[in-house]
C-alpha cells in the first residue's frame, strides 16, 4: 500500500504542474499584466510609468514561459510561470497582488468555510441515507413514488433560489435566524443554521435518489434473500446488511469531496455573509488578483487528488477483498 | 409504545419553542447582544477594501472610510451647494500668493503665464490631537514602547487592538510633510504621484529615492526615514504653519488638499508598521490607518466586518448652522451648533449580494440603503413608484417610516464618439468630410432619446445631459439657458428634444439621406463598441433609437480589459463612458475635452479624443483663473463648443436616492460628501422597539415542521410493524 501511495503522490506532481500551465495559459488569455496593473491601481490617473513599476514590484515584468533574453536554464526558470510556481509545491502561496500574505489568509478563512461545508456534509449525507433508506424500505409503495418526485424537484430548483427562498421565508419572514452574517464562537449557531438547512436540503434531491437506488439494486441480491430468510427483521437486513455493502458507491462519492471542504462555498458564503475562502475566491476573481486565483486553483487540484487517494483508502477499509498494489 | 413517545417528545419540542417564544427576544439580529445600546450606524460593505493607507487610496469604497479616520487640511460644507471648501485641520483657508521666475512677488491677478511659483500659506489648528494608536506609545523615559519588535514578540497579536499601550501626540506641521513626501515612496504606487509632482522639488525626491533604493541605502518595503528628505515645495516654518510651493500655477490644487492623499502622517506609524512579523500579520497602514479624524479602525475583519469607533481624541467640531435653501424645513439644521461626531461608531458588515442587504435593510439592521452602493436594486418596484415624473414611496415604505432623499449625482455617463474616427469623428482627411461627420453626430445626438433610455433602463432615475457641467457643479445652468440647442429645444418649461425629420434632414446635409452614403449607396453603419456588462435591453434600446434615423448601429461586445485597450488604443468608434469627479470644480469636467488629456495620444482621461485648438485655447485660460473668479463667461463658451462639435452624442446624471430609517437624521445620497458620517445622529431607543417590533420570531412554522416529523416518524413506525406482521401472516397462511 505504501507503495502505491508514493506512485500517486508522485502522479500527482505532472497533474499540478498541468492544472497549473492552464490556469496560467487561461488567466493570462483574458489579463495581461498590463490589465493586473490597471486593476490594482485602479482605472483613473494611471500612467504607463506606474503601471511598469508595478510590473517589476510584483514580477510581472518577466516573459510568461520563455525567457529569449536570458542564458541556458534561466530561459526557462526566469519566466513569470516559474518564478511564481515554484513556491506553491513548498505550499508557499507568497503575496497577493496587493500585497497581503496568502497563507495567512488562507489560514484564517478556511475556519468558517468548513464550519459552513462540514455540517452540510455530515447532515446532509446523514438525511440522505436515512431518506434513501425509508424509500428502499416503502419501495413500490405511494410512499416511495411521492419520495421519488419529490427529490426530482428538489434536484430541478437552482441553489440560488433555496438560497433566496430560504433567506425570506425562515429569516425575513418567520425571523428566526439572521438572514447573512457571522459570527465566532457559539454564537456562530445562529448564522449557520440556515446555510446549513438550505445546503443540505439543495443537495438532498440527488443524493437520496441516487443512495435510494443503490440500497434497491443491493436488496435484490442474493445475501439478502439469504438474511430474510434466516428470519432477520427488514430493518436488521437493511441497516445490517444493504447499508454496509452500499457503502463503497457510497464513499467514492463522498470521501472524495471532504479535502475540498475547506475551500467552501462560492454562491452560498458569497449570500450568507460567511468570510469564508468561497468568498475570497470570488472577491480575488473581481480584483483581477493573479496571486490569489492561482493558489486558490492549485488548492483545489491538490484537495482533489488527496480526495481521490483517500477514496482509494477507504475502500480497503470497508470492502476486505480490495488490496492497494 | 414507540409512537406513543415520538409523540410526547414532539409535544414536549413543541412546548419548549413555544416557551422560547414566550421570551419577548428577536433571534435574527445579526448584531451581538452588549452592542445594541451603543450608537453604531449600520452599514454594509460589498468589496473589500483594498487600501486604508492615504497615499493609496482613491476609490469610492474606500473614501467610506479614510475620510472618516484621516482630516485634511480643507473639507467640504456639509450643507452648501454648489459644494464650498472651508478649513479642517488648517485654522483659515490659505494666503496664496505669486512668485515670478526671479523669484519676485507678484500680483494676485497677475496672468498665469508670468507665474512660475504659487505659494500657499495654511495655517494649522492648534491642539489637534492623533487617535490612541500603539505606534504613539511611549514608556516613562520617553522612548517608543512599541520598538524593536519581531515575530516572535508580536506573537499572536493580529488586530491593532491587540496592543495593550496606546498613545498620542499633538499634530504638526511636519506630519503633512511627511504625509506628502511618502506619496513620492515608489513602493507605494500612489495614483496622486503625477498631481503632486506640481509640488517644487518633487521630481527630485522621487529620483532620490529610487536611486536610495537602487544603491541599497533605503529599503523598499522597510522604513524610510523621510524627514531625511528635503523637499523644497514643503516648509515648516514652525509646527503650526505649513508652506506649499507650486510649480507655475493651478488654482485646483487646493482641492487635493482636501483628499486623505495630503493628510498628515506621524512618522512612528511608519516606523511601527514596518518591523518585522508586522506585514505577515497584516498589520499595516495599509491595514490600520492612524488619524485625527472623528473615527478610527477599532476591527478590521476583510469580507466580516469593519468597525470605525468614535475618536476620543477628536477636537472640537460642531453641527453647521447654516445650509442651502430649504434645509432648515427639511430638518438639516436641528442639530446645529452639536459637537461631532454625534454616534459612537460606524459598523460595516459585508454584505456582496443586493438581496439579503435589502431584507436586513427592511429588518431594520442597516440604517440606510444608498442607491449608490449597490448598482441593483432588489426590489426597487415594491418600494419604491414614479408619479409625476419624480420619485416616491411606496404605501408600505411609508407605514415603516422610511424615509425618501434624491439628489442628482454630480457625474456624467455617456455615449461619445472617437473623434479620432474618420467616418464620424473628426479624422476625415478633408474639411467637408469632417463637417459631414460633425452634422451626422449631431443628428445622432438629437436620435439618442436619453428620456426613454432612462425610463427603460433606470426607473427614470436621472437627468438627460445637456452640457459637460453636471447640476451641483459650479458654472452648471438651468433652465433654458442650460440646454444644448443643437439638439434640444425649450417647450413647455422643460428641454425637449428636436424632432427626428431634423436630425434627418442633418443627416441627408451630411450626404447620407435615408441612411445611405449618397455617392456610393451603402447604407451607414456604425460600430457601438461597449464591454460586456451592457445589458442587451440597452443595446436594443439604443439600435432602435438610431434606427428612427436610418443609422445601422452594430454592437461589438467585448471584455472590460480589451475594451479598455481599444480605447488607449483610439480604435473604438461610438462606445460608452462614465466619469465620477475628483472634486466639484468645473475644470474636472472640462479636462475630460482637453486635447493634451487625449486617451489615444496621453493616456489622459479624455477618452473622446476631443482636439479642438479653439476649445485648447480657452481651457488653458481658464485653468489660470481662480476658483473664486467669474468663469461662467469663459465656461459658457466652452460648454458650447463641445455641443457644436458633438464628441458626446448624448448621457445623463444619475439620480442618486437614499431610504432611511426614521431613526437616522442628516443623511444625504450625496456622493461626492465622505466626511459625512460624522454629521449623521441616530435615536438607538427608537430603532431597538422598531426593529424589536418587526421582527418578532414566527414560532408555529417550528412547531409544524416538529408535529410533521412526529407524524411521518409515527407512519413510518406504524408502517413498518404492519409490514413486518403482514409478511409473517402471509406465510403462516400458506
Avoid at chain 1, 18 to 24: I, K
Avoid at chain 1, 37 to 64: C, F, S
Avoid at chain 2, 125 to 137: S, T
Avoid at chain 2, 249 to 270: G, N
Wanted: glycine content about 8%; aromatic content about 12%.
Amino acid at each position: 500500500m505504501i507503495a502505491y501511495l508514493i506512485r500517486r503522490l508522485l502522479w500527482a506532481l505532472p497533474t499540478l504542474l498541468g492544472v497549473n500551465l492552464l490556469v496560467f495559459a487561461l488567466f493570462f488569455v483574458v489579463s495581461s499584466p498590463d490589465d493586473m496593473a490597471r486593476a490594482q491601481l485602479g482605472a483613473k490617473r494611471v500612467t504607463q510609468e506606474a503601471i511598469e513599476r508595478w510590473k517589476a514590484d510584483h514580477g510581472y515584468d518577466k516573459p510568461l514561459f520563455y525567457n529569449d533574453n536570458a542564458q541556458g536554464s534561466k530561459q526557462f526558470t526566469d519566466t513569470i510561470f516559474v518564478q511564481k510556481s515554484a513556491r506553491m509545491f513548498l505550499l508557499d502561496f507568497g503575496k497577493s497582488d496587493l500585497g497581503r500574505d496568502i497563507n495567512h489568509e488562507l489560514y484564517a478563512r478556511m475556519w468558517p468555510s468548513l464550519a459552513l461545508a462540514l455540517p452540510v456534509f455530515i447532515v446532509g449525507l446523514f438525511v440522505a441515507i436515512v431518506a434513501a433508506m425509508v424509500l428502499a424500505f416503502f419501495r413500490g409503495t405511494w410512499l416511495d413514488y411521492s419520495g421519488v418526485i419529490a427529490c426530482v424537484v428538489l434536484m430541478s430548483i437552482s441553489s440560488l433560489f433555496y438560497i433566496i427562498a430560504g433567506q425570506f421565508i425562515v429569516a425575513r419572514t418567520w425571523n428566526l435566524v439572521p438572514i447573512s452574517g457571522y459570527e465566532g464562537g457559539l454564537d456562530s449557531i445562529r448564522f449557520l443554521a440556515l446555510p446549513v438547512l438550505v445546503g443540505v436540503i439543495a443537495g438532498l434531491g440527488s443524493n437520496v435518489r441516487w443512495y435510494r437506488a443503490i440500497f434497491l439494486e443491493e436488496i435484490g441480491k442474493d445475501y439478502v434473500r439469504t438474511a430474510r430468510a434466516k428470519g432477520l427483521s427488514e430493518g436488521a437486513v437493511l441497516f445490517r446488511h444493504v447499508l454496509k455493502n452500499a457503502m463503497i458507491p457510497i464513499l467514492t462519492g463522498t470521501v472524495v469531496v471532504i479535502p475540498s471542504l475547506f475551500l467552501g462555498s462560492l454562491i452560498s458564503e458569497s449570500f450568507f455573509g460567511i468570510p469564508g475562502l468561497g468568498s475570497f475566491t470570488i472577491e480575488a476573481i473581481l480584483m483581477q488578483d493573479f496571486a490569489i486565483v492561482r493558489a486558490m486553483v492549485f488548492i483545489g487540484a491538490l484537495l482533489y487528488i488527496l480526495g481521490l487517494i483517500l477514496t482509494d483508502l477507504s475502500y480497503t477499509l470497508v470492502d476486505p477483498r480490495v488490496r492497494l498494489q | 409504545m414507540i409512537t406513543k413517545k415520538l409523540g410526547c417528545l414532539a409535544a414536549l419540542l413543541a412546548s419548549a419553542v413555544l416557551m422560547l417564544g414566550g421570551c419577548d427576544a428577536v433571534w435574527n439580529s445579526p448584531y451581538p447582544a452588549d452592542e445594541r445600546d451603543k450608537l453604531f450606524l449600520h452599514e454594509e460593505f460589498n468589496s473589500r477594501p483594498k487600501h486604508f493607507d492615504p497615499v493609496q487610496s482613491y476609490v469610492e469604497d474606500e473614501a467610506w472610510f479614510t475620510y472618516s479616520i484621516y482630516e485634511t487640511l480643507f473639507e467640504f460644507h456639509y450643507l452648501k451647494r454648489p459644494f464650498e471648501l472651508q478649513p479642517g485641520l488648517a485654522a483659515a483657508m490659505p494666503k496664496v500668493s505669486y512668485l515670478d521666475k526671479q523669484g519676485q512677488p507678484l500680483p494676485a491677478d497677475a496672468p498665469a503665464a508670468q507665474i512660475a511659483q504659487s505659494v500657499y500659506e495654511i495655517p494649522l489648528k492648534a491642539g489637534v490631537r492623533f487617535q490612541p494608536h500603539p505606534a504613539l506609545a511611549r514608556d516613562g523615559a520617553g522612548r517608543l514602547r512599541y520598538e524593536g519588535l519581531d515575530d516572535a514578540k508580536l506573537g499572536g497579536r493580529t488586530q491593532i487592538t491587540d496592543f495593550e499601550f496606546t498613545g498620542t501626540r499633538e499634530l504638526v506641521s511636519e506630519d503633512f510633510a511627511y504625509g506628502i513626501k511618502r506619496i513620492a515612496r515608489p513602493k507605494l504606487e500612489s495614483p496622486s504621484l503625477e498631481l503632486f509632482k506640481q509640488i517644487l522639488g518633487f521630481d527630485e525626491l522621487i529620483a532620490q529615492l529610487e536611486a536610495d533604493v537602487k544603491a541599497g541605502k533605503a529599503d523598499p518595503d522597510g522604513w524610510i526615514d523621510l524627514r531625511k528628505y528635503p523637499l523644497a515645495g514643503v516648509e515648516t516654518p514652525d509646527p503650526h504653519t505649513l508652506r506649499i510651493r507650486l510649480k507655475g500655477k493651478y488654482p485646483q490644487f487646493i482641492y487635493w488638499l482636501a483628499m486623505p492623499f495630503s493628510a498628515p502622517m506621524p512618522w512612528e506609524a511608519e516606523k511601527f508598521y514596518a518591523q518585522p512579523g508586522m506585514a505577515k500579520r497584516e498589520l499595516t497602514l495599509d491595514m490600520w490607518p492612524i488619524g485625527t479624524g472623528p473615527f478610527m479602525l477599532t476591527r478590521n475583519r476583510p469580507l466580516r466586518e469593519i468597525l470605525m469607533e468614535r475618536n476620543p481624541n477628536f477636537r472640537e467640531q460642531t453641527y453647521p448652522c447654516e445650509g442651502a435653501p430649504g434645509d432648515k424645513e427639511r430638518g438639516l439644521l436641528d442639530d446645529c451648533g452639536k459637537r461631532l461626531p454625534m454616534i459612537d461608531g460606524v459598523k460595516f458588515v459585508y454584505e456582496k449580494e443586493a438581496t439579503p442587504f435589502w431584507n436586513k435593510f427592511l429588518q431594520g439592521y442597516y440604517d440606510f440603503y444608498a442607491s449608490t452602493r449597490f448598482k441593483t436594486m432588489a426590489s426597487f418596484d415594491t418600494a419604491l413608484q414614479m408619479q409625476g415624473g419624480g420619485l416616491s414611496l411606496s404605501d408600505a415604505m411609508k407605514k415603516q417610516g422610511i424615509a425618501l432623499k434624491t439628489e442628482i449625482e454630480p457625474a456624467t455617463e455617456y455615449f461619445f464618439v472617437n473623434m479620432l474616427d474618420p467616418l464620424i469623428g473628426d479624422g476625415g482627411v478633408t474639411p467637408k468630410a469632417r463637417e459631414r461627420a460633425r452634422k451626422v453626430r449631431q443628428a445622432m445626438a438629437i436620435a439618442f432619446d436619453m428620456e426613454e433610455y432612462l425610463s427603460i433602463m433606470k426607473n427614470g432615475l436621472g437627468i438627460p445631459m445637456q452640457g459637460p457641467i453636471p447640476p451641483g457643479i459650479a458654472g452648471y445652468k438651468t433652465g433654458e439657458a442650460g440646454i444644448n440647442p443643437y439638439a434640444f429645444t425649450w417647450k413647455n418649461g422643460r428641454p425637449k428634444l428636436r424632432s427626428i425629420d431634423e436630425a434627418k434632414r442633418l443627416l441627408a446635409e451630411a450626404g447620407y439621406p435615408n441612411g445611405r452614403d449618397v455617392d456610393t449607396g451603402e447604407p451607414l453603419v456604425i460600430n457601438l463598441d461597449v464591454y460586456d456588462v451592457f445589458k442587451r435591453e440597452q443595446l436594443e434600446i439604443v439600435i432602435k433609437q438610431m434606427k428612427r434615423i436610418d443609422i445601422q448601429l452594430v454592437p461589438r461586445l467585448t471584455e472590460w480589459n480589451r475594451w479598455q485597450e481599444m480605447h488607449r488604443k483610439g480604435a473604438a468608434q461610438l462606445s460608452f463612458w462614465g466619469w465620477n469627479a475628483d472634486y466639484p470644480d468645473p475644470e474636472n469636467f472640462l479636462f475630460l475635452f482637453y486635447s493634451k488629456n487625449s486617451k489615444a495620444k496621453f493616456q489622459g482621461e479624455n477618452v473622446t479624443n476631443y482636439n479642438n485648438p479653439e476649445f485648447d485655447k480657452l481651457f488653458e485660460q481658464f485653468r489660470g483663473m481662480d476658483v473664486t473668479a467669474d468663469r461662467q463667461p469663459i465656461i459658457d463658451k466652452m460648454a458650447d463648443l463641445v455641443r457644436r462639435d458633438a464628441p458626446v452624442l448624448a448621457g445623463w446624471h444619475n439620480e442618486a436616492f437614499e431610504l432611511s430609517h426614521s431613526w437616522l437624521r442628516n443623511s444625504m445620497p450625496v456622493r461626492m460628501l465622505h466626511t459625512n458620517r460624522k454629521y449623521l445622529s441616530l435615536d438607538v431607543a427608537k430603532r431597538n422597539a422598531l426593529s424589536a417590533q418587526w421582527n418578532r420570531p414566527q414560532l408555529w412554522p417550528l412547531v409544524l415542521v416538529l408535529a410533521a416529523i412526529a407524524a411521518l416518524a409515527a407512519l413510518g413506525v406504524r408502517h413498518y410493524r404492519r409490514h413486518e406482521t403482514q409478511t409473517a401472516r402471509s406465510e403462516a397462511a400458506q
